[in-house]
């Protein structure tokens, strides 16, 4: 159990209105005999925290780059300290996120890569603590990859994670984004209806992630570098944001708290790494990281040189806004603050980073590394050190050349590592014996490959062909173009049969085929090699259930929403698998996934046309409005919601959405058919007679129906 926080924030000042009556004497003495809390010299600030995922720092003006991209940025940091040496402490979005509002490494929260867990509750969020403390929280977020079931969410009074319903039915569920215009929108939106108590708001934009598209007039002026347009246009929406900040009748841009970074860059081909996650190269760990105090602090705008860690902005807003609260015992680093404010301060400790994508998901070696301003050593099966002065690629390894450097950097890193526990349980290798014994009694031998205590991993250096060769498939895949998906990925595991990635992507080739029983063996086979992985688990029940292999695909999801009850995918693939035969243990399915993720726009269909098979045709129109409000605009919503609303003689609108379906689909019959009915109920009988010609023509099944009508 957390502890609990001291309050101070006027919502929950204990004994405030009795006080009042005793005097302004007292009022003081009062205040002053609350142990811990608040100190309150200074009026707080308002607290406003960007990141920009995916940002090289070395993209951005202030930080050298003359291309002209962040001009918005730029200006900000004139008003800021700058950072020199920003570092994410892994190069991956939700644990790096999860690391910035934890104040807590990667290895101790236990959230390293996107295999993870969600985030335990036995660690405070930085939300929670401001929250506490009198704060409105705040926040709007860009990918589904961080929407609430991972944990982030906790303290945020609003945590808008509503992404257009329709991206779920066009992408990959981990594809799903929002443009930074949107999200921008959104935030001053919430900062409208919020500025006139202290506020924290956390924006979070999406757009230089790949796959690079960035809007006109950005994707034209950069087609040659599309990574260059997605930071020039997330720029250009800023840029919106503070013009807002600095019109606004309150002066929010001067009394607010404005931090501004990445979680990690892009190593855009550099070390032959096309992305990010894989390396701990400085293209993907080094981050921009800008804080403009607020203007009665008395800072001043200056550039810090040191290496400073990412983990290190919840201590440093705490320290800012003069808040004391339990997470700082959790905290693993010291604020920033003693590096700008003048006074003297120790050597700032070395900037950490690691990788564990390398090891969770192929068995290769993990990454770790820690850098000054000058250096950068990374711990490795050849370990590598490079001097940022000489050589800012990082192509020059002086580990051997310079090896008391490297021997005193290993030590630190060590001492690091023994400082703080890692977590109880690494991402993906701990599995419950009910997982495995289910995983047996279908079929499966679930096993590792056998690895001695002593044994040497891979170097992910060696390995980077087959991570490539991956990413090709990977690709392929999304293209559909399978039948080469399928050539790559089989010379692959002829070479790599224990890594589990390569039957879990054969798997989700078949599955755009709709070839089952393959997608059966190849699910199979990768939740044996890895039972914690929980895709390939979700994959496996999803392809039993299209079988009709019912009561597999539902003990098989069972076991794994006994691990991971806030899994609302597994809980909506469950409410699939239960809808041809038991309408409400479906209904009960949906009912969990919108009690964990209440933006899914999907479950509001299904539990809408759930409804309308029960005809309960109020709830149904309610269900599928909503969806339709989160952005689904398919044919199969909207006619269904047409049918709701002539049920309920609501013939303009049951009209209005029939329209809306035929407009999604010029060639759905039923649509049609039904649009016919309601023109024929409002006696507009050259309408009718016209859809009905149309119904007919498109499915020659109709004409006996409308036949005489």
């Known amino acids: 159990m957390r502890p609990s926080a001291k309050i101070c924030g006027a919502k929950k000042r204990l004994g405030r209105v009795a006080l009042l009556y005793l005097g302004r004497a007292l009022l003081l003495v009062g205040l002053a005999l609350v142990p811990g809390g608040c100190r309150h010299d200074k009026p707080r600030p308002n607290i406003l925290i960007i990141t920009v995922d995916t940002l090289r720092a070395d993209r951005v003006g202030c930080y050298g780059y003359g291309g002209g991209l962040t001009p918005n940025v730029d200006q900000l940091a004139k008003d800021a300290i700058v950072f020199e040496r920003g570092v994410a402490q892994v190069p991956l979005t939700l644990p790096s996120h999860t690391a910035i509002f934890t104040g807590t490494y990667p290895f101790h929260n236990g959230v390293q890569d996107f295999t993870a867990q969600p985030l335990s509750d036995r660690f405070r969020t930085l939300a929670e603590s401001l929250k506490d403390h009198g704060y409105a929280t705040g926040a709007v977020v860009s990918t589904f990859v961080l929407d609430r079931s991972w944990g982030l969410a906790r303290g945020f009074e609003s945590y808008d994670d509503a992404f257009a319903g329709q991206e779920f039915l066009q992408k990959n ?19 409208e209806s919020h500025h006139n108590q202290p506020f924290f708001l956390w924006l979070h934009l999406y757009d230089p992630h790949s796959p690079y598209n960035p809007p006109e007039p950005f994707r034209t002026r950069y087609a040659k570098q599309l990574y260059d347009g997605e930071i020039a246009y997330a720029d250009s929406q800023l840029g919106r944001l503070f013009s807002w900040l600095k019109e ?28 990010h996650g894989f390396f701990v190269y400085d ?43 339990p997470i700082q015992k959790q905290f693993q680093t010291g604020s920033l603050v003693p590096l700008f404010n003048g006074k003297p301060h120790a050597p700032q400790r070395p900037a950490y980073s690691e990788t564990f994508y390398p090891l969770n998901s192929f068995g290769w070696s993990p990454l770790r590394s820690v850098q000054t301003a000058r250096y950068q050593y990374i711990e490795a099966p050849i370990q590598e050190l490079y001097d940022h002065r000489a050589d800012l690629a990082e192509n020059n390894n002086l580990a051997a050349k310079d090896a008391a450097v490297a021997a005193s950097l290993r030590t630190q890193l060590s001492q690091l590592l023994a400082d ?6 690494s991402s993906g290798t701990n599995v419950s014996p009910e997982i495995l014994e289910k995983l047996r009694s279908l079929g499966y031998v679930a ?10 991993l891979a170097d992910p250096k060696d390995k980077l062909s087959v991570f490539q060769d991956i990413l090709r498939a990977t690709d392929l895949i999304q293209l559909g173009n399978f039948a080469e998906a399928r050539s790559v990925l089989s010379s692959l595991q002829r070479k790599e049969p224990q890594l589990y990635l390569i039957p879990f992507l054969l798997g989700e080739a078949a599955s755009h085929e709709a070839q089952w029983k393959e997608a059966e063996k190849n699910f199979g086979r990768a939740a044996a090699l890895n039972p914690g992985f929980e895709q390939a688990r979700m994959g496996l029940a999803r392809a039993l259930g299209l079988q009709g292999k019912i009561a597999q695909a539902k003990d098989l999801l069972g076991t794994l929403l006994t691990t991971n009850p806030q899994n609302f995918r597994a809980w909506f693939l469950l409410s699939q698998i239960e809808a041809p035969t038991d309408l409400k243990s479906s209904r009960e399915a949906l009912d969990k996934v919108l009690a964990i993720q209440p933006n899914f726009a999907l479950a509001y269909r299904d539990r809408g046309l759930l ?24 044919v199969v919503t909207y006619n269904s919601l047409g049918i709701c609303y002539s049920r309920m003689n609501r013939l303009e609108d049951s009209v209005e959405n029939y329209r809306r379906a035929i407009a999604a689909d010029p060639n759905f019959a039923q649509a049609h058919l039904n649009l016919g009915f309601a023109y024929e109920r409002m006696n507009q009988l050259d309408l009718k007679k016209k859809e009905y010609a149309e119904a007919c023509r498109l499915d020659r099944r109709i004409c006996p129906l409308v036949a005489g009508r």
């Open 173 to 191: 569920i981990a594809l799903v984004e929002r443009r930074a215009e949107d999200s921008v929108n959104h935030a001053v939106s919430w900062l």
């Open 248 to 275: 606004s009748p309150n002066g929010l841009y001067d009394n607010t708290l404005i931090i501004f970074l990445s979680d990690h860059g892009e190593s855009l081909g550099e070390h032959r790494e096309k992305e």
């Open 283 to 325: 293209s993907t760990v080094r981050v921009p990281l800008l804080l403009k105090p607020p203007k009665n602090a008395g800072l001043v705008a200056q550039r810090v040189a040191d290496a400073v860690e990412t983990i290190q902005v919840g201590p440093t807003v705490l320290d800012l806004a003069g808040v004391e609260d």
């Open 420 to 425: 703080y526990p890692a977590a109880a349980t």
């Open 447 to 456: 096993y590792r490959a056998p690895s001695a205590a002593n044994s040497k």
């Open 611 to 634: 409804s309308v098979s029960e005809q309960t045709y109020a709830s149904g129109a309610e269900d599928l409005s909503r969806a339709v409000e989160l952005g689904l605009h398919d």
